[in-house]
Every structure is written in structure tokens, then in C-alpha cells.
């Protein structure tokens, strides 16, 4: 069984640039989240991605955008960077009909000058 | 937004000692989860208890839970240097979809 891998670990982009994540989900996890979380704070939710559908979304502006591939990897695409888009972006993997938790990754470091 | 509140915000204790940390959350919800965070890495998933349970156990680690309260907490008992690390609890909605929504943290030090 594997994990959940994310690429790159870390990442600088200037402002006004674009930047795409990459996740590869645990083997046998149909769902996909992905939270940003600043330095000294709790995960915040972007959005959810099941069966290549997105099927919720938090707080995050349109330039916020994802994708989730056949085989349940999954991309996150933010447009137009921000310095306060600074932070570390989380991808957590899960099954949707089993409440077990997520499987986090270790995370992209993303700091934007 | 949080949806979830952890108290204290951070703990400083002797290894062997036992640490306890409080969340309190604002809506219903299917399941309350906790998560360990070191060094501002992943999150690490700890125990999971749903809805209609009152109390879990996992190795050293007991939660309870209070849905008439919004409450649950965490016991980590005989802590050790390793279980140094942030942690977080998060609630699942009872929604049509598992949005799963973090607290703020607490910071826990042990000291060896």
C-alpha cells in the first residue's frame, strides 16, 4: 500500500506567476482534498475532488482551480500568485464511502516573492 | 474558516506526564478526527470517533466526545520526547459530501 506523494516539496514563484501541484493518492482512495495552511495555523479546505468531479470548495477565489486524474492523482492550479498565497498546500486522500481519515502528503512549501 | 477551537492554544509538560488537549466545534457533525502535525509537515491521522461514541481508545491516546457540549479532547498519557508536535482536531460535516474542517492547533512540547 502505498502513501500520498506530493511534488515538488518546495517551490518560490513570483507574484503573478502560475504554479501546479502535484499529488498521488493511496492506492484504493477515490477522494481528494486540499488545504493551505499558513504558517501558525490549522489547514484551511480548497476543495474536494471525487471521481474527478469537484464536489465542494471552501473560502478560495476562482483562481483556485484543480483536477483529478483516472487514476485519482490529482493537480492544484493557482493563477495570478499572491504573496499571501505563501504557505504550505496539503493533499489528503480518503475514501468516500469509508469514514477512516485522510492520508495526508507531506506537503509543497510555496513561498511567493 | 475554523471550525474547530483547540485549548490551550500550547502545552509545555515532563515527559511521563499525561497531556490533555480540548476542542470545541460550532455544527453538527458525522465524526470528530485528531491529527498530529510535526514540524510543519503532513498531518498524521490519529483516531477517528463518530458521532454517536462517547469515548475511543488507541494505545496511549483516549478521546471522548460531547456532541451536547460541541467537545471533545484528547489524552495523551505517559508522554514521550517524540509525541513533541502540533495537534489538531477536525470535524466531518453531516453533509452530502465529507468536508473535513480543522481547528487552530495545539502546540505540544515535551520535555525529556
Known sequence: ETGVTQSPTHLIKTRGQQVTLRCSSQSGHNTVSWYQQALGQGPQFIFQYYREEENGRGNFPPRFSGLQFPNYSSELNVNALELDDSALYLCASSTRERSYGYTFGSGTRLTVV | SQQGEEDPQALSIQEGENATMNCSYKTSINNLQWYRQNSGRGLVHLILIRSNEREKHSGRLRVTLDTSKKSSSLLITASRAADTA????????????????FGTGTKLQVIP
Do not use: M
Open chain 2, 86 to 101: 502540533s495537534y489538531f482536531c477536525a470535524t466531518s460535516n453531516s453533509g452530502g459530501y465529507q468536508k473535513v474542517t
